[in-house]
């Protein structure tokens, strides 16, 4: 039987960081990802000449000590932060800088107002960002770091004064339709905040709770720049790569279309892998950076573990709500007029806070609307080697819910047409120019990406399941009631999006508790 | 006028408490008309006189309808599996044809029930335990090739208890009784169907349970009573099987420990270590629910209670009575109590906090609270922790049982 110090299951780039940080710390690691290396980091062919990004298409919270810790080539990530532009009704507006530090296309007063929500909330988030580098505080089991990591949050807290922490707790739980009603009147920006914070969760603007998708994405940064955002040159695919020479230089043993079929565990110990082809490959260590769901539902036999814990993870809430569409163009489609440069971050068609609710009501009720909020890149924009004549588009539709009544056999066809008409009509002659178009609904993004629900944060990142609740109770703090078995992946603490952060954790408590 | 009221569709509320399939026998018998509600069904406290009836059990034959007991069935490929998921003992261990007192516990290894676990055949199980228990059956079940069904209400239940019980089987016509060892089971026939005979129960004596389809209860009742009279079978109510329980040293559900499923205060609750279950915990088996929990819990020493049999000085049973260490320190609380009339002894089982029970066992007291004419008579008493059962009886074990 083959064996090692620590297998990692899954690619992605969590699975990725996990395993070239242990590797740096002298551990014989290795890795199996069921498809293609990258997760959702991939750069496809939609058709034949026209590169786009297949899933996920732009940086905004990539976490430097990631980047360090790995030793990350950031080349494809050199460039100033991208902008915004936010198309509702009439003139769009555009943020630059790091989340709007300069607005274009609203008034001075709005500007204003703009501007100072944006510092409470970025001030909010440096606070609420402190607690997502490391292990979350686990109730019972606190130690003396938590108190530390605890103690500086709590002072950053009081050093803001009285009134901002009062603020906080006033805010933290509340909804983003209220607290841009509170200081902006601008639909547009409303429709961008509220675009934002609901991305990739089963919630609309005014559900409870909502704010906490904008602070989490304030948490971020690209290029140094809170708030900022890149598209990576080549393609997410290209970071991908970045990510997989890590792990090669730190001597990760990769084994890329090798899906683990079964978690083998022993009387309360995770001891081995049995892969698909029937190979078994044992480690004292198994990091699984796959959704937490199929890792113990799946990969588990329930033999081994304990009813309440199947019964928390039956409960786990993780259906994904967002399609992606990826189309090739013959042409650059003029969004809002707009020159190319400006065009070169993302687009966002979100005209009010009512338009991304009205969004997700029929989303509860597993329908999608006739007229979705859209998120568009341009991956190909500037880069002839990604499309030699026109341009590659990007989009993600908010909601597209994973249980769609009609089923979505029917159902894609349906809302990618409606979707090329929304954009045809924020960029006209766009529909004409179709050369190709590729919509994956989260049941195809779960079966193309081995991801259950096809949920964006491998399971929804409301107070019920974040901090020591994330993914549940029991299997929170990387650790789980399997010794020896760990978890890794967005479905751990601090959740999704491209930071590495759950695997930088995972890495650094495995590190500690298993020597 | 007052117009009638329109007849709702369902008519359950009208009937509170549920009658078991006995019933019609039990009502004609009932003397005391003492009845309570097991389990949402008729039961009766005492039949005719709780004194007679518990000497029915240690000398003569009692019959009990255990029918209120909730019964699962578990059957597949997959159900030995399932229930070493579920319960604490190895269930590989177990053989068809036999039967094990087993418990199982939640993922912090806090209790949820004990029960008794019976191996119709290699693949089919059914578990009888005091609590409902289905939705967490089914949850544990879940991804094993089996199926769990509850059988509550198609399946009646009896205990034939006391020293003449194998005579009234015998008498009955259950040809080959007497092979049954203890904790043995087979099928009998009776009426072109079937019963379940197993030695098992819950006085510490010789004695059977006998599971029969709902529809067949009657003519087995009948065919048990009339073979019993020359033999003085009696029936009985739970204050006579209580008694004889305690001599046993047996606990219950929901009075010597509350569930884990049940109790409001979340320090209520107990690991199997905590009432004297520990025996049971197989940690050397596959894996099981709250495996985890025990195993941290005995590491790391954190278990807080212990349950003892107490040897109590007087004749007052200490029911409800705190335990005192030195008489000063509040060491713990008496669960069940009787004067025992078989042992002629004041015994109690105890719930105490450690280290009392577990490293200081000595200089323990009881402040007995006894009501005497609108007075209480507070009687401070010392107390001694003895092993349970109080009571062995050979006869319990004797193969073949003697006829008595
Ligand atoms: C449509 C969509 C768009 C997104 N866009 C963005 C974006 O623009 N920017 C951003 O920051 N975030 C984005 N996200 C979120 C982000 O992509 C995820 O949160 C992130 O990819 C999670 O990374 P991960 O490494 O934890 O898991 P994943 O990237 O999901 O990787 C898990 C890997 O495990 C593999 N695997 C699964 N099962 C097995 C098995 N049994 N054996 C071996 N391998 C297995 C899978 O093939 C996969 O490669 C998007 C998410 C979605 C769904």
């Known amino acids: 039987m083959t064996s090692c110090d620590a297998i990692v299951i899954g690619g992605g780039h969590n699975g990725l960081t996990a395993a070239t940080v242990l590797a740096k710390a002298g551990r014989r690691v290795m890795l199996f990802e069921a498809g293609a290396l990258g ?26 000590e990631v980047v360090a810790a790995t030793g990350l080539e950031m080349t494809c990530l050199a460039a100033p932060p991208a902008p915004t532009v936010v198309l509702g009704d009439g003139d769009p507006v555009i943020l630059r800088g790091g989340y709007g530090a300069r607005l274009e296309g609203v008034g001075a007063e709005e500007a204003l107002a703009f501007a100072s929500l944006r510092a409470k909330l970025m001030g909010q988030a440096a606070i609420l960002g402190r607690m997502l580098g490391h292990r979350p505080p686990m109730p019972g089991d606190f130690g003396l770091g938590d108190a530390w990591h605890l ?38 920006l409303k429709g961008l905040l509220s675009f934002d914070a609901t991305l990739g969760a089963h919630l609309g603007p005014r559900s409870p709770g909502s704010l906490l998708g904008l602070h989490y994405r304030l948490t971020g940064s690209a290029g140094g720049v809170a708030g900022g955002q890149i598209v990576p040159r080549g393609g997410m695919g290209t970071l991908a790569a970045a990510f997989v020479s890590a792990a090669e230089r730190a001597g990760v043993e990769l084994r890329p279309g090798t899906r ?25 260590v198994i990091v699984s950076a796959i959704h937490p769901g199929t890792t113990f539902l799946r990969l588990v036999d329930p033999a081994e573990i304990d009813t309440g814990l199947t019964r928390a993870f039956r409960r786990h809430r993780s259906k994904g709500n967002v399609a992606k569409l990826n189309l090739a163009l ?49 991956p190909s924009l500037g880069q002839p080697e990604m499309a030699a004549k026109g341009c590659t588009l990007s989009a993600l539709i908010q909601f597209a819910p994973y249980d769609l009544k009609e089923g979505w056999a029917g159902g894609a066809p349906r809302l990618l047409d409606t979707v090329l008409d929304i954009l045809d009509r924020h960029a006209p002659g766009l529909r004409a120019g179709v050369i190709a178009a590729d919509l994956l609904p989260p049941t195809e993004i779960e079966a193309r990406c081995g991801l259950p629900g096809g949920h964006w944060h491998h399971g929804e990142m409301t107070p019920d399941q974040l901090l020591f609740n994330r993914p549940v109770h029991a299997a929170a703090g990387y650790a789980t009631p399997l010794d020896g078995l760990f978890l890794a992946s967005a479905g751990s603490h601090p959740g999704g999006g491209i930071s590495g952060l759950p695997g930088l954790n995972a890495a650094r408590h495995v590190l500690e508790v298993a020597r | 006028m007052i117009a009638a009221r329109p007849q ?75 229930l070493n998921r579920l319960t604490l003992r190895d269930v590989r261990k177990l053989a068809p044809g036999r039967v094990h007192y087993t418990a199982w516990c939640d993922d912090e290894g806090h209790v949820l029930d004990d029960g008794t676990l019976f191996r119709l055949a290699p693949d089919d199980f059914r578990l009888c335990c005091q609590g409902r228990h289905l939705p967490w059956l089914l949850d544990t079940a879940e991804g094993f090739d089996c199926t769990v069904t509850d059988e509550t209400d198609e399946v009646a239940g009896l205990a034939l208890q ?18 049954l060892k203890p904790f043995q089971l087979r099928d009998f026939p009776h009426e072109g169907g079937r019963v379940t005979i197993s030695r098992t129960g819950f006085t510490g004596d010789l004695g059977y349970e006998l599971f029969v389809a709902a529809d067949a209860a009657l003519t087995l009742w009948d065919r048990l009573w009339s073979a019993g009279q020359p033999l003085r079978l009696k029936a009985i109510g739970y204050n006579a099987l209580n008694r004889a329980r305690i001599e046993a040293g047996f606990i219950v559900a929901g009075a010597d ?17 905590e009432i004297g279950l520990d025996w049971m915990v197989d940690l050397t088996k596959s894996a099981f629910t709250g495996r985890r929990a025990i195993a941290a819990a005995r590491a790391k020493g954190t278990l807080k209670h212990i349950l003892v049999g107490l040897d109590i000085a007087d004749n007052t049973p200490a029911e409800g009575a705190i335990v005192y260490h030195r008489g000063k320190r509040e060491a713990g609380v008496v669960s069940a109590a009787i004067w025992s009339p078989t042992l002629k002894r004041n015994i109690a089982i105890a719930s105490l906090d450690r280290p009392y029970g577990s490293r200081l066992t000595d200089d323990l007291w009881v402040e007995i609270y006894a009501l005497r004419e609108l007075r209480y008579a507070k009687l401070m008493k010392p107390a001694r922790i003895v092993p349970r059962p109080f009571l062995t009886l050979p006869r319990r074990s004797a193969t073949p049982p003697g006829r008595f």
């Open chain 2, 8 to 82: 709702p569709a369902q008519g359950h509320f009208r009937t509170p408490l549920m009658e078991t399939p006995f019933h019609p026998r039990l009502a004609a018998l009932a003397e005391t008309n003492d009845w309570y509600g097991w389990a949402g069904m008729k039961s009766l406290h005492s039949v005719y006189d709780e004194e007679l009836e518990y000497f029915a059990i240690r000398s003569t034959a009692a019959l009990f309808d255990i029918s209120p007991m909730a019964k699962y069935r578990v059957r597949g490929p997959g159900s030995e599996a399932m």
């Open chain 1, 39 to 64: 997760g959702t980091m991939a750069t496809v062919e939609v058709a034949p000449g026209y590169r786009s990004s297949a899933l996920s298409h732009l940086v905004n919270r990539l976490a430097p």
């Open chain 2, 162 to 179: 006391g020293p003449c019980s194998f005579a009234v089987l015998a008498a009955a016509g259950f040809t080959g009784a007497e092979t």
């Open chain 1, 151 to 188: 103690g500086l949050t709590g002072l950053a807290v009081l050093r803001k004064g009285r009134a901002e922490a009062r603020d906080l707790m006033r805010m933290i739980l509340t909804n983003v339709a209220d607290v841009a009603d509170e200081y902006l009147t601008d639909d547009r």
């Open chain 2, 257 to 273: 420990f509350t569930p884990a499923d049940q109790a409001i205060r979340t320090d209520r609750v107990r690991m199997p270590d």
């Open chain 1, 260 to 284: 683990v079929a079964r978690i083998e565990a022993v009387q309360g110990r995770a001891t081995a892998v049995t892969l698909a082809g029937g190979e078994v490959v044992s480690a004292p």
């Open chain 1, 330 to 378: 013959n042409h650059i489609p003029a969004f809002g007029g707009l020159a190319e440069a400006d065009l070169a971050g993302r687009i966002v068609i979100a005209r009010s806070t009512d338009h991304v609710e009205s969004a997700f009501n029929p989303a509860k009720y597993g329908a999608f609307s006739p007229d979705p909020a859209i998120e568009v890149v341009l």
